[in-house]
């Protein structure tokens, strides 16, 4: 399937025919043009010659099932893999915006994959896709949509935000703003332009260590763009916005867990407004790939961890584990058949 070209495939058409190809693909959900009764015959078969709608995707299922992942096929034969987490009431997608990563945390799977390319806009809304299918056979949807899965989305920009807009369109998936999440690494440029977007999207920011020496042992790209950096950008976007900011704090043992680092983490934000900001904290997923081998912190150590924070007055939230069962948790995806 190759979303970029329906609007070709379509162009003999009167133009009421583009919105209801795109009503049988994104609200009927049709995986095979021939379902697509809304469109006459031939234009059905052209379609299904000129504009398949398979999407090549090897799904894995938690036992609960709370956890799915897409391992999904490429046109140019390179894979992604998007993860589909069910909570309560709530269906999460985590995203992907790149094939590999270039900037290589040493926590993070995809990291030590490289950089393949970019996901262009369809690739990215074929993602939704995949999954608004799935569940529909439980009678359900995608509600939420979070950009933490392969690739540091501020750099695939222009393609991200241009597929958040289409997902977000009435003629799509109509996910609201308030429903979708960028989380970035740190990038100053990348924060400040979704600034001027002036949409309404949640923004995530990876901290992962309270200095610059120590998360520079963790994200080469600190060095480039030291914590100063990324928390002038962060009261930009507060200041102009006035959205509420998280900040992702990954757990490891013995590394950034001590009380003396969450003291440290609560001088760092000292001077930014409390009620615009959380803490998320993550537990450190073990996974296969990253070369430093790291262990996530005791449940003892995090209750400190997060009563130091509580008692400088900070919101704190900790990440629900879910997926690594199926190697789809933070950080564990590596796009690897398992
Ligand atoms: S954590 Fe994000 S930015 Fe860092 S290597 Fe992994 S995907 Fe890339």
């Known amino acids: 399937m190759n979303l970029n070209n329906l609007t070709k495939a379509l162009k003999d058409q009167p133009p009421f025919r583009l919105k209801q190809a795109k009503e ?52 140019d034969g390179l894979k992604i893999e998007s993860v589909l987490l069910r909570h309560e009431d709530r269906n999460t997608v985590c995203l992907s915006s790149q094939v590999g990563c270039a900037l290589g ?35 359900e949807k995608v509600h939420n949509l ?30 609201g703003w308030r429903h979708i999440s960028i989380s970035t690494i740190g990038i100053p440029e990348g924060i400040r332009k979704l600034v001027k977007e002036n949409l309404q999207v949640n923004l995530a920011v990876s901290l992962h260590a309270p200095n610059d020496d120590l998360r520079s042992q ?26 509420r900011v998280m900040f992702e704090y990954i757990l490891i043992k013995g590394f950034n867990d001590q009380d003396s680092q969450a003291r440290q983490l609560a001088d760092l934000l000292a001077d930014l407004p409390k009620k615009l900001y959380l803490i998320n904290l993550i ?14 912190s005791d449940k ?22 879910l997926g690594r ?14």
């Open 325 to 338: 069962g199926i190697q789809a948790a933070c950080g564990q995806l590596t796009s690897q058949n398992k």
């Open 105 to 139: 945390c040493l926590f993070c799977a995809t990291g030590q994959l490289g950089f393949r390319r970019n996901l262009d806009e369809g690739e990215i809304i074929e993602q939704v896709l995949v999954f608004n299918r799935y569940l529909k056979t439980l009678g």
């Open 146 to 175: 979070v950009f933490m899965g392969m690739g540091e989305p501020f750099l695939n920009y222009g393609n991200v935000i241009g597929a958040i807009k289409k997902i977000n369109s009435k003629e799509t998936f109509n996910i």
């Open 24 to 75: 049988a693909i994104f609200k009927q959900l049709i995986e095979n043009w021939s379902q697509a009764l809304n469109l006459p015959s031939g234009l059905r078969e052209k379609l299904n010659n000129e504009y398949p709608l398979a999407i090549k995707a090897q799904i894995s299922e938690s036992k609960d099932k709370k956890s799915v992942k897409a391992l999904i096929y490429l046109r």
């Open 300 to 321: 003892k150590q995090i209750e400190i961890f997060k009563r130091v924070l509580g008692r400088n007055k900070i919101n704190v939230t900790e990440r629900l584990r």
């Open 283 to 296: 537990l450190y997923n073990q996974s296969d790939f990253p070369k430093k081998k790291f262990l996530p």
């Open 218 to 243: 963790i994200i080469p790209l600190n060095a480039k763009y030291p914590l100063k950096e990324i928390l002038k950008a962060v009261k930009y976007y507060l200041a102009e916005t006035n959205r």
